[in-house]
């Protein structure tokens, strides 16, 4: 898989370009930054499901389709991306042309009702987790790696995939022969990541007491996920 560096995240309307120092974000911005690259990896793990974006309306050759991706780090701590397309999907075509692409990822997320709080003067808001990866694609096709790849695809949803205590987990040898011929079909890519976007809105601009009242409401209405994420953004808060 392809080594991606290690640097700062950019948030909301900034890119952080691959290669500089430090940015002078202000703090409004800051303030929505991930904490390090263990918040992309965990975003994106979380949430796999990712728009692959490429291309141009003037030219008529944008395209944009969702697809599973797997994000790891590897022994240097690097974050790298793997998926594939189908054959049928004529934006790989257009990939191996040209291969700049915007993958986009939306983690945890919700609505934020003022219904939760003391101060009903409180606007409604939406909070979330978001990344952008802009990359360049490499394709590979040989027999043994698109199989290594879908193995590994299959196995890490399979492993976040709720079953009953009696259900055994999916393998790509349950499917026999028939494996053979569908994954002929497929093409896999992996991702070098030139800049990064990244924001989690995460409450960290809201006052204690409306912190407070927000994960609260949270926690009634069942939103784990999102409880969780808004805990860890704002130690020692609410």
């Not at 007491?209 to 926690?219: E, N």
Request: charged content about 25%.
């Amino acid at each position: 898989m392809i080594r991606i560096a290690k640097l700062p995240v950019a948030a909301a309307n900034s890119i952080a370009h691959f290669h500089q120092g430090p940015s002078t974000m202000n703090a409004k911005v800051d303030r929505f930054a991930p904490r390090s690259d263990a918040d992309l990896l965990r975003l994106v793990q979380q949430q796999p499901l990712a728009w692959v974006v490429s291309g141009s309306v003037a030219e008529d050759s944008y395209r944009s389709t969702l697809l599973p991706i797997l994000a790891a780090a590897d022994a240097d701590g690097h974050l790298v991306l793997e998926g594939h397309f189908a054959r049928s999907n004529d934006q790989y075509k257009l990939l191996m042309q040209n291969p700049k692409a915007v993958m986009l990822v939306l983690g945890t997320n919700g609505y934020i009702s003022p219904s939760w709080m003391q101060d009903k003067t409180q606007a409604p808001t939406w909070n979330y987790a978001s990344v952008q990866f802009f990359v360049d694609v490499e394709f590979f096709e040989q027999p043994e790696a698109i199989e290594a790849h879908l193995r590994e695809l299959v196995n890490t949803m399979e492993k976040q995939t709720p079953r009953s205590s009696t259900a055994a987990a999916w393998k790509v040898d349950d499917m026999g022969a028939r494996y053979g011929s569908l994954a002929q079909r497929v093409i896999g890519f992996r991702a070098r990541v030139r800049n990064v976007r990244a924001k989690f809105k995460l409450g960290q601009d809201e006052r204690d007491d409306v912190f407070a009242d927000i994960m609260i409401g949270l926690s009634e209405a069942g939103r784990a996920e999102l409880h969780a994420w808004m805990r860890e953004f704002n130690s020692g808060r609410g």
